[in-house]
């Protein structure tokens, strides 16, 4: 049988200073973040960077930690405190409209540029000016499954630790190095110094996705930046790049939005990379 819930107010102090964390300021003054639900939360158990638990406390309804009863187990076993609460704490605590019964508190697991330039990345995204924390969560999920070995949030960037941000990543976070607020002249610069080439994306780019396929121009190491959801790329950030690029519109709409323009980039390059000739192998994972 279940243990009774041993939170059992809101007015904790644990959990005062668990749902202070749903602000940036007292996230970048702790180094913490929340992650809600069972795919972040197991994600986040199962993340120890050189030995280095990131998830270092967990919420839990009673009903939550009997359904999920391995992810209990492996947030014990990774050294978190583990707190089983009533609905109405999780609830408090959790950003979303319906919790899952489960949220987390994790390390921030962000990287140095630097860190990322000496790994000698193959595909890489840039978020510049990307305001919208579920676009960036998303972006980082596409890169993830694109293959990408990391991701930079330049500083005109949301916060890559919002909690629409996390969710939206599905646990991508946990996948791949992110460098963030890096000023994205100094990005673009230490891409292109690595042997990167910077392909800006843009609805009103002069070259076309489908003609740099065709001229086997992409299977390169490669950095995708991406702009900000209603205004695009700047000029100034564009002409930093090797060339802009536009995905191709063949029906009757308007425009692609943000994260299904970025996905499309990315499996290009993903595909173009991994083609005879390109800088990956077809066997690469």
């Not at 899952?100 to 995204?125: H, M, N, W, Y």
Request: glycine share 8%; aromatic share 4%; with cysteine.
């Amino acid at each position: 049988m279940a243990a009774a819930p041993e939170l059992i107010s809101p007015r904790s102090p644990r959990v005062s200073a668990a749902r202070r964390l749903a602000k940036r300021n007292f996230r970048g003054k702790e180094r913490l973040f929340l992650a809600e639900g069972p795919q972040a939360v197991r994600e986040a158990a199962a993340h120890r960077p050189d030995g280095a638990p990131t998830l270092v406390e967990l919420f839990a309804t009673v009903e939550a930690a009997e359904r999920y009863a391995d992810i209990i187990k492996e947030a014990r076993d990774a050294g978190a405190r583990v707190h089983l609460a009533e609905e109405d704490v999780i609830a408090d605590i959790s950003t979303t409209v319906t919790p899952q019964g489960l949220v987390g508190i994790c390390r921030f697991l962000d990287t140095s540029f630097e860190d990322i330039l000496k790994a000698g990345p193959k595909l890489v995204a840039v978020l510049a000016h990307v305001r919208d924390p579920g676009n960036a969560g998303t972006v980082l999920r596409c890169a993830d499954a694109a293959g990408a070995e990391a991701v930079v949030l330049t500083d005109a960037s949301v916060d890559l630790y919002n909690p629409k941000a996390v969710r939206a990543s599905v646990g991508s976070l946990f996948h791949l190095p992110v460098a963030v607020g890096v000023p994205v002249e100094r990005a673009v610069q230490g891409l292109k110094d690595a042997g990167v080439r910077i392909l800006a994306a843009d609805g009103a780019g002069d070259d076309d996705l489908d003609d740099e396929l065709d001229k086997g121009t992409m299977g390169g190491p490669t950095a995708w930046v991406f702009g900000n959801e209603a205004w695009g790329l700047p000029e100034e950030t564009r002409a930093l790049a090797d060339a802009v690029v536009r995905v191709p519109i063949h029906g009757k709409a308007e425009s692609l939005n943000l994260a299904t323009a970025a996905a499309v980039c990315l499996y290009a390059s993903a595909r173009a990379q991994r083609a005879s000739g390109g800088c990956r192998s077809v066997t690469d994972s």
